[in-house]
């Protein structure tokens, strides 16, 4: 899987480079959440921009890092989502959960 890392002072950027969000690489970033977590990060963007299908794995991972940086009194801020996850998102009642922003700039703006 293909994703790219940002830290800053306020948040840890995640950009995931891949078409498709699925049980094939979403392990992977339940890992990388994990593993920035645990690192001592509890602030995470999650720039979905290039990712154009997502299924249950994918929003798995996604309230995986919800979950991390809530229960480290951090905060997740999910961005970048293109129609059909957008769709599945709001389909599975999500946004009602998740802080969600329009882009990469507007996310990190939340910290």
Do not use: W
Not at 44 to 64: E, K
């Amino acid at each position: 899987m293909k994703f790219e890392k940002l830290s800053n002072d306020v948040c840890t950027v995640v950009s995931v480079n891949v078409e498709k969000l699925d049980a094939l690489n979403a392990p992977e970033l339940k890992s990388e959440f994990v593993f920035i977590n645990k690192g001592g990060e509890k602030n995470i963007v999650l720039d979905m921009s290039q990712t154009r299908y997502c299924d249950s794995s994918g929003l798995s991972a996604i309230l995986v890092a919800n979950r991390l940086c809530r229960d480290s009194n951090g905060k997740f801020v999910l961005c970048g989502l293109q129609p059909a996850v957008e769709n599945l998102i709001r389909i599975s009642q999500l946004h009602n959960v998740l802080e969600i922003t329009s882009n990469k700039q507007d996310a990190i703006a939340r910290f």
